[in-house]
């Protein structure tokens, strides 16, 4: 199972992004999907994650500016990030929660990162 994200990149504050992650290989089931972010010097920290029943959490600092959506169908999740400020800039990574085909349990997968940078 592989987990591939794309869409970051430098964008102007006040601008948008979308970034999507991708899951592949054997997949039995997949569960959670999030978006995490590490800024340089911190921790990595939950930005938006949501259920295979589409139900959403968000961290504070993104309410309202970001939205995290899925695609079952193509094993998809996205985060629209709107009204960007230069503290959004980070390394983003997805998350997913995967039973992988003819496994009984499920395993935490990872993305590559993908880096969002916001300045003028």
């Known amino acids: 199972v592989q987990l591939q994200a794309f869409g970051g990149g430098l964008v102007q504050p006040g601008g948008s992004l979308r970034l999507s992650c991708a899951a592949s290989g054997r997949i039995g089931s997949l569960d959670d999907m999030g978006w995490y972010r590490q800024a340089p010097g911190k921790q990595r920290e939950l930005v938006a994650s949501?259920?295979?029943?589409?139900?959403?959490t968000y961290a504070d600092s993104v309410k309202g500016r970001f939205t995290i959506s899925r695609d079952n169908a193509k094993n998809t999740v996205y985060l629209q990030m709107n009204t960007l400020k230069p503290e959004d800039t980070a390394v983003y990574y997805c998350?997913?929660?995967?039973?992988?085909?003819?496994?009984?349990?499920?395993?935490?997968?990872w993305g590559q990162g993908t880096q969002v940078t916001v300045s003028s």
């Open positions: 998350n997913a929660e995967v039973r992988p085909l003819f496994f009984s349990t499920r395993s935490a997968y």
């Open positions: 949501i259920t295979s029943g589409r139900s959403t």
